[in-house]
């Protein structure tokens, strides 16, 4: 194993990351933190960022060893609040069906990182964040970044935490593009991977939605060019309706169908399916996706929907392989466990048999299965008992190797 780099750092407004060896079983649970890493850390862009903050959360307990840490990698609109109370919306976690004492990624075994990706806004590095040279908001003058920038922060952390190798990378969507670039950037950090409805690149029907998403936002009045934080009045209608379209791709027709079919709302004034011959929410579906813009923009920014869509965008991990694939996993000894749903159409099981080739073509260890689910993309943040087996079965059989 290569040394581990240590980076300059010093912690803001945040628990020292080892001092969960000190605490009681319920402190360890769902610990809120924020590091700044002086850096700096180089882009594919050719730019270069510092500092690096970096906003995670951590659950279970390191061991001795330091052997037991698994990354969870969060999608497009995710955050670090897998399996605790997010703070701005007080729901759930969003992947508590996985993450938790005696759950497929077990915390009572396994010491669990999950970190705000860089470019987002729940507290690590991104356009929201104060640019130190101006002492304002980067907004639009914030680099572009990529997801293999996004890992490369990743490992920044894990450098600063001590973890020199990962249990397991684990992640569905945009983190399942994070976990498979972190087997093909740093293969000697991580024991085992599992990418969950995700891709090796971006298709062009993948861009072509975020493209949609991204003018709706630059579109809004209200977006000034990214610098609307002063004011305090976002682009939340841009932002809304980049959500619907985006939502629309994270579902399935037979999943929309069973849901809403085309059943008519119920009136304000108490007639029942009624048709309004105008341009309010008639439909079920108009209502429902209508509720999912508007929730959101209460929780995420625009500037980081722009730029975390483009690093999405960007993603080809065959690229920098002379565009074999294959090459990117050469020599590789993880283990990696794929999974897709057979009702995704943004990330089809056709993607994932292309990772699934191009690691048997390298000689890497791969399982991988396609599950039925009627809920299309989504698929992954539901409850699926036979995904947590696969998860819980692989995760278990990879310790002690």
Known sequence: MRPVSQPHYHLTLGISPL????????????????????????????????????????????NAERSNAILVCHALTGDQYVASTHPLTGK??????????????????????????????????????????????????????????????????????????????????????????????????????????????????????????????????????GAYYADDDPPSSGLAVARMAAHITYLSEAGLTEKFGRRLQDRPDGKKGAKTFGFDADFQVESYLRHQGISFVDRFDANSYLYITRAMDYFDLAEAHGGVLANAFKGSKTRFCLISFDTDWLYPTSESRAIVHALNAAGAEVSFMELSSPFGHDSFLLENPEMNRIVDGFLKAGEGR
């Not at 850096?39 to 951590?58: I, K, N, Q, R, W």
């Not at 964040?129 to 680099?143: C, H, I, K, L, S």
């Not at 600063?160 to 249990?167: A, C, D, N, P, T």
Request: aromatic share 8%; net charge negative; glycine share 10%.
């Open 19 to 62: 001092s969960s060896l000190l605490m009681s079983e319920d402190e360890r649970f769902g610990l809120d933190r924020s590091v700044r890493l002086l850096g700096p850390l180089p882009l594919d862009s050719g730019a270069s960022l510092a500092p690096v903050e970096y906003a995670y959360e951590t659950y279970g307990e390191l």
């Open 92 to 225: 759930p976690g969003w992947w508590e069906r996985m993450v938790g004492p005696g759950k497929p990624v077990d915390t009572d075994r396994h010491f669990v990182i999950c970190a705000n990706v860089l470019g987002s806004c729940l507290g690590s590095s991104g356009p929201a964040t104060v640019n130190p040279a101006t002492e304002q908001p980067w907004a639009m003058d914030f680099p572009v970044i990529t997801i293999a920038d996004m890992v490369r922060a990743q490992a920044m952390l894990l450098d600063h935490l001590g973890i020199e190798r990962l249990h397991a990378v684990i992640g569905g969507s945009m983190g399942g593009m994070q976990a498979v670039s972190w087997a093909a950037l740093y293969p000697e950090r991580v024991a085992s991977a599992v990418i969950i409805a995700s891709a090796a690149r971006h298709s062009a029907q993948n861009i072509a939605f975020h493209e949609v998403g991204r003018q709706a936002i630059m579109a809004d009045p209200r977006w000034r060019g």
